[in-house]
């Protein structure tokens, strides 16, 4: 097999995990690593062997992740919405559980541009320059995002910390 | 000194130069409610890294592995015809040296006819009978019409990768490189010659490649 398709088996963990962090469930970030995957492969003649795979990646993945948020609001706006609360970690139970809820449910309470900086940075270990850079955003308005996104999972989990 | 919350979460991350961070310590020093705030951004942090830190250590779901290991070669845009001629006069010009200096004349998967570099042996059979589909010493991923209405065979074995054309005296080499199959040297990457191939064969071709009925068809009907 060709070092693209290695580097790319290598990746799949973080993908996901970054995945997991963007989509509000675990079914709704493996579609998400499915659609990566899906264009990374048909986009590997953009791909340039000896810059950053992770970071071509990332921008991948959060740039089809925000075209299923954004249609699926539309769609939200046009239907009846879900009934809310549907479950994050309905099976289970027990103290660890209701904290991980409790993690997921304040990182969906972010908007999108704050929760793909915290995802970038506090979950994938990116220095801020690199995040900006998967972003397309300055410096600036990366710190700014993240500051407000930290804020706000702080004072979500306020009491629990 | 004032620290404003961005730079705080950035010391706190140890984003700042040196410089900068001994400022923020400073100020730290002489207020407890920044040193807590620091406090509060590493401890988030743990905790967030913590929540998703176990997905990274799940097995990777076998649908998306396979996405992958099953990736097709994808077939890059075409060129313009101008940039295909010139390169096709500078591959002639090096499968002719390459190949004379490489493997012999008459030898191994090629012989020469009329001047000309043809398959031989083993390749020959390949070419002649290999569906796509099949694994084997040699692999003919790719079939197509070239425009001169030739049947032209994408192929990969141990010595040499190349692409070749049928015609009235047999397999006509278009382009060869050194096999991937066998050593690769640290200055060719590997899958660099599958997409450069792939690239040159959309070059020569018109239309689609063949399906498998239409190679098939092909095949039966000895290339013609």
Partial sequence: MAAFEDDLLGLLPRLRRFARALARDAADADDLCQVTVEKALLARAQWQAGTRMDSWMYRIMRNSWIDTTRARSRAAQTFVAEAAGLGVGSDGGGEARVALGEIDRAMQALPDEQREAVALVLVEGLAYKEAAAVLDIPMGTLTSRLVRGRQALMAHLGEAA | ?????????????????????????????????????????????????????????????????????????????????????????????????????????????????????????????????????????????????????????????????????????????????????????????????????????????????????????ARAGGWR
């Avoid at chain 2, 990736?71 to 890059?76: F, G, I, R, T």
């Avoid at chain 2, 040699?138 to 994408?154: I, L, N």
């Fill in chain 2, 1 to 217: 000194m004032t620290v404003d919350p961005e730079l705080l979460m950035a010391y706190a991350d140890g984003e700042l130069d040196p410089l900068s961070a001994k400022r923020v310590e400073r100020a730290i020093a002489q207020d407890p409610a920044l040193a807590a705030q620091v406090e509060r951004h590493r401890e988030l942090r743990a905790r967030i890294a913590g929540r998703f830190a176990p997905v990274a250590a799940e097995e990777v779901p076998d649908r998306l592995a396979a996405l992958i290991r099953a990736a097709p070669v994808a077939l890059p845009v075409r060129r313009p015809i101008a940039t295909r001629w010139r390169e096709a006069i500078a591959m002639a010009a090096c499968l002719v040296i390459g190949v004379s200096v490489g493997l012999g004349w008459d030898r191994g998967p090629v012989t020469t006819q009329g001047g000309w570099l043809y398959a031989a042996g083993p390749l020959a059979t390949a070419l002649d009978t290999q569906l796509a589909s099949a694994a084997g010493a040699v692999r003919v991923p790719v079939s197509f019409k070239d425009q001169a209405g030739r049947y032209c065979r994408v192929f990969s074995a141990a010595a040499i990768d190349g692409i070749a054309c049928h015609d009235a005296t047999g397999w006509a080499l278009r382009q060869t490189r050194n096999g991937a199959t066998g050593a690769t040297t640290e200055y060719r990457q590997a899958g660099s010659s599958d997409a450069a191939l792939m690239a040159d064969a959309q070059a020569l071709m018109a239309g689609d490649p063949l399906d498998a009925t239409a190679e098939r068809t």
